[in-house]
């Protein structure tokens, strides 16, 4: 097989698994923008039914909202990331441990009892995302390619 040829094939896996990660960023920024409607637009009940307790406390309910602000931010990365995931690759280094440490401060609280079983669905929805994109991040170093 002549050098043209392997290099056409590998630019077609490359395409193929590019047009791939596209779609999962933009996937992932829909995930960020559900939690960022529910949280930012109805934060008492989205607190309630995270943790099991009212939002009373008006500067804790500034807190709180103020985080799923952040999550709406995220959702405005991944849609960027989606657009040109080689381009935006720190924002996707970024994202991952958002996610990791998000996840990880969910399922502790959830561990220590102070969190309703709900916020497993942020837990194993991140872990999943983390996951994904670390992947895609070990394909970029892997295709040689900066982050």
Same mark, same amino acid.
Request: charged share 10%; no cysteine.
């Given at each position: 097989? =002549?050098?043209?040829?392997?290099?056409?094939?590998?630019?077609?896996?490359?395409?193929?698994?590019?047009?791939?990660?596209?779609?999962?960023?933009?996937?992932?920024?829909?995930?960020?923008?559900?939690?960022?409607?529910?949280?930012?637009?109805?934060?008492?009940?989205?607190?309630?039914?995270?943790?099991?307790?009212?939002?009373?406390?008006?500067?804790?309910?500034?807190?709180?909202?103020?985080?799923?602000?952040?999550? /709406?931010?995220?959702?405005?990365?991944? /849609?960027?990331?989606?657009? =040109?995931?080689?381009?935006?690759?720190?924002?996707?280094?970024?994202?991952? /441990?958002?996610?990791?440490?998000? +996840?990880?401060?969910?399922?502790? /609280?959830?561990?220590?009892?102070?969190?309703?079983?709900?916020?497993?669905?942020?837990?194993?929805?991140? +872990?999943?995302?983390?996951?994904?994109?670390?992947?895609?991040?070990?394909?970029?170093?892997?295709?040689?390619?900066?982050?």
């Amino acid at each position: 097989m =002549n050098t043209t040829t392997l290099d056409s094939k590998i630019a077609v896996i490359a395409r193929r698994e590019l047009h791939f990660y596209k779609g999962l960023f933009f996937i992932g920024a829909l995930w960020n923008l559900l939690g960022a409607v529910f949280g930012y637009f109805d934060t008492a009940e989205t607190y309630r039914s995270f943790f099991g307790v009212a939002l009373s406390d008006p500067l804790q309910f500034a807190i709180y909202r103020g985080s799923w602000g952040t999550t /709406l931010l995220y959702f405005l990365g991944y /849609l960027m990331v989606a657009s =040109n995931p080689e381009k935006h690759t720190g924002i996707v280094a970024i994202g991952t /441990l958002g996610k990791v440490f998000f +996840a990880w401060k969910l399922l502790s /609280l959830y561990s220590a009892g102070l969190a309703q079983p709900i916020v497993l669905i942020v837990v194993i929805g991140d +872990a999943i995302f983390a996951a994904l994109f670390a992947l895609y991040l070990v394909r970029m170093v892997m295709a040689h390619r900066a982050l």
